[in-house]
């Protein structure tokens, strides 16, 4: 069974501050660990993934997430948020294979000007 | 690569009527489609998986005589709102998952529709 929680529903930053968005997974498989983003009246878009090769994952628009197997943890950041960066993130873990995917509550990231 | 399209994007409909909406891979074929529904500011909520060539999988709790899902293709999926009422509102995403050769791998990672938004009214 797999299982993800998102702590905190949502994050507020400044803008040029640190985003810093947590991710906790449980899977009985080696995972495979995503985050997605969501604008407002879209789709899900990938901004990374994890997939057994390097623990440090870069993504798109500079974020950037850390495996760490003893934490069971897989927490997103970016050194300096920008306006754009307001939106909904989704982690989500997998087993791969014919495992479904699972997603988080979702964390919504305000940026303050 | 590994692009999904959904249309229609907006969908308005008068109760009582069916709405379809489709989703397709554009770029690689998908045995595996999958159809969530999005209340505002909540996660996906995974309705069924859709199979090329079979019966879908609905989650429990989901109508499968409201929600009809037809993946009759390798690169396209439909879900059709039979009778949708005002409560059926929603926002509607499909997503793909690779594995097949010649695609993306089949590691867990999803590829979205745009997303639809049905209102009816």
């Known amino acids: 069974a797999q299982s993800v929680t998102q702590l905190g529903s949502h994050v507020s930053v400044s803008e040029g501050a640190l985003v810093l968005l947590r991710c906790n997974y449980s899977?009985?498989?080696?995972?495979?660990l995503f985050w997605y983003v969501q604008y407002p009246n879209q789709g899900l878009q990938l901004l990374l993934k994890?997939?057994?090769?390097?623990?440090l994952v870069k993504g798109i628009n500079g974020f950037e997430a850390e495996f760490k197997k003893s934490e069971t943890s897989f927490h997103l950041t970016k050194p300096s948020a920008h306006m754009s960066d307001a939106a909904e993130y989704f982690c989500?873990?997998?087993?791969?294979?014919?495992?479904?995917?699972?997603f988080g509550a979702g964390t919504r990231l305000f940026v303050k000007a | 690569g590994a692009v999904v399209s959904q249309h229609p994007s907006w969908v308005i409909c008068k109760s009582g009527t069916s709405v379809k909406i489709e989703c397709r891979s554009l770029d690689f074929q998908a045995t595996t489609m999958f159809w969530y529904r999005q209340f505002p500011k909540q996660s996906l909520m995974l309705m069924a998986t859709?199979?090329?060539?079979?019966?879908?999988?609905?989650e429990q709790g989901v109508e499968k005589d409201k929600f009809l899902i037809n993946h009759a293709s390798l690169t396209l999926s439909t879900l059709t709102v039979t009778s949708a009422h005002p409560e059926d509102s929603s926002f509607y995403i499909c997503?793909?998952?690779?594995?097949?050769?010649?695609?993306?791998?089949?590691?867990?990672?999803?590829?979205f529709g745009e997303g639809s938004r049905l209102t009816v009214l």
């Open positions: 994890y997939t057994s090769a390097a623990t």
């Open positions: 997503s793909a998952r690779g594995g097949l050769a010649g695609g993306p791998a089949n590691t867990g990672e999803l590829f």
């Open positions: 859709s199979n090329e060539g079979s019966k879908a999988t609905y």
């Open positions: 989500a873990v997998s087993g791969g294979g014919g495992f479904k995917t699972i």
């Open positions: 899977s009985s498989v080696p995972p495979y």
